[in-house]
């Protein structure tokens, strides 16, 4: 790893990230606080039978316990975006953006292997994604304490809902860097890993939403990140293991294939 | 007898690139020699940025082998880039950076302190005032410019310029070409790619010519300009003598009291059989490599035209 690329791909990154943090720790508040004020409402509202009980547990989420609502504050589309701006955006354009722009090549004009350049990019990607799962957890924890809920969460388990929501997260992340280093635009790179992101989430809602479709959510990558599960004792370490082995397989492709590829003069 | 060790500082043999049906790159056996600038001379397309990219281990070679500073190009390609400077044709910058953050960046992940920065920067009126703004408002010859300073500021064995003038204005251009023969009489060497003929006679000691790949010829530019034809005017008071009796002169016009040709061959002769009181006034124009380029190819192969250019653009 070259330490100057790492942190240069962090600078880059910076006041973006800056931002999403504020935006995921306002969002993680917000989830408890949603919980406290309506999970009641809306329990009223699933017993009078006039919304069909799976419109309220959309995904693997659910509004009647504060670790379910924590599930679905991390499915919700609004966590996704903030994560994917760097698991998704950021990593698919940071190989084909350069090689498009025409600064891969000065880059590469350093003594530095292509190798070196993908897993610098990838740590500090990894590592920026790692901070924004934890800074959107850290203001669901930090909003549930604070309104009092905060022994509903068995807070023992958080390492463990970090490592399993960085593997979901790190698989994206791989994905898009592995389409980031094989294109030589970033149009087609962030294509490919947007339609990646958004086939496991349709997977997962469809899933929830149509029972005889529930099948479905087995094959969505989203559904092996259930921070609910965890937090009440039902975790099934098999998600875990998914999580990180799909990540791993593009990380594998990408170190295989990039230092191979021919890169020709810019356009 | 002892063996002459190789002062080659790039050398190819059959170096080949071929994508798919498109053959950029054929056969291509040179060698480079340190402290020399070779110029790498070919209209566009002709392959000198592919061979360049091969050499910097951007693109692999289909066949053929190839060495940079005695480093084989396919498994040290790293080791290769620590100890060259490479200007890619038409550099691209970090538009988001300023001139100096750009430098600095690029000579930290170089590995390397930069001792010819300020020195370059100088020569090529690059004050800190303009290297403090951002390189998005930078014109294309002050890119060009930061593109050169980031290509030498690390002082290395080997310099890699691929089209180093364009977009340089005709002062920065002849400080560009003393700053290379500054680096030639320090013993570094210089591999510089260009289609304009006027700075390749200018600069370079040794010249390739590389068309569709091929490697046409490898010339001593000194040999070449010293062979080519020149054009001669001369003007008798009276009568002009038979042209025949005038060594080396050809395609002879005669218009009464003046002669004009071609001269080529030694010019010792020729002056020597013009020395006379009567001879009023002579001109012999030095012919640019241009046309000593157009002889050979007009020699060579008369149905392809080149599109090598005079002038910088």
Redesign the interface.
Known sequence: M?V??FL?TLRWQRVRLVVVILAGIAWGVLIPVIYDAFSDVIRDLANSGAFPEEMLNIGSGSLFTLPGSITLGLQHPLALAMLGIFAVGASSTAVAGERA???L?????????RTTLYVSVLVALLLIVLVVMSAILGGMVGGATVIGLGDELDTGQLPLVIANGFGLWAAFTTFGLAASVSFDRPGPAVGLSLAWLLIHYFLEILGSLWTDAAWTQEYSLLHHFDPGAILTGTFDPIDLLIVYAVAIVPLVYALLVFP?R?????A | MEAMPSTAVISTRSLTKHYGSVKALTDLTLEVNQGEIFGFLGPNGAGKSTMIRTLLGFLHATHGTASVLGMNISTQSVEIRRQTGYLPGGIALYDSLTGEQVLDYLVELQDREPRRRAELCDRLELPGSVLRRRVRDYSRGMRQKIGVVQALQHDPELAILDEPTEGLDPLMQHAFYRLLDDLRREGRTVFFSSHVLSEVERLCDRVAIIRAGRLMAIHDVAELLARRRRRVMLRWRGAAPDPATLPGLQDVELDGTRIIGTLSGEVAAFVRSIASPNLEDLTIEPASLEEAFLEYYASEDATEPTELETEPR
Do not use: C, F, M
Not at chain 1, 262 to 266: G, I, S, T, V
């Open positions: 070259n100057r690329l240069q722009r025409g600064t090549e000065v880059l590469l004009a350093r003594p530095i292997s191979k021919d890169l020709a003069a810019p």
